[in-house]
């Protein structure tokens, strides 16, 4: 391996590293030698890659959107046949995660979002990007929905991604207090059989 692809190899296990710490740990429950100390490498090492801790959480947001789009990009894909069905197990998956990890952790972006509020511009970039591409995948797979009949019409695309999103995060907001993933079933009932409902005609053929 050359010194370029060690430098790399570096770079995208102190992201992956990050990703867990902060999701777990929160940006000020989480050190700089904390993270150093998990990928062994000197403190030193880790200002070369990153000029900051609020730029490292920021390349961490970054870097768990870029696994998240992953997902997402599978999503879209299966929903050019079934649209309704493929952001239903888009959710449903994330529920059975939650499951097997006893419903903790959350999500990294909500987690973030509430704990910082603001106060560090880059993370919170960071933050606003990934949610808008969250909802850009979600508005499209609503929309294909809906010129399918497996969604009513009623309401933009754009409005129910939004409200998918803020339900979402507000069911993994309850599910940490609760400690348990009742909270993320009962938001998708809900969801799909009323916001996401198919249309009084039926999905068309």
Known sequence: MGSRQRVAAKRENLLDLGVEQLRTSGYHGTGIQQVVGLAGIPKGSFYAYYPSKEAFAAAVVRRYAELFQA?????????????????????????ERFVANGARGGCLIGNLGAE????????????????????????????R??????????????LLADFLINAWEGALLRMKVESRVDPLRECLELLFDELLAPSAAGPSS
């Open 145 to 158: 929905a809906q010129q399918r009949g497996e969604v009513a019409s009623g309401r933009s695309p754009g």
């Open 116 to 143: 910082l509020e603001g106060t560090a511009p880059a993370v919170s970039l960071a933050l606003r990007e990934t949610m808008g591409a969250w909802r850009t995948a979600f508005a499209d797979v609503i929309a």
């Open 71 to 95: 997902e997402l990009d599978r999503m879209l894909e299966a929903s050019r046949e079934r649209p309704r069905a493929a952001l239903r197990d888009f959710f449903d998956g994330l529920v």
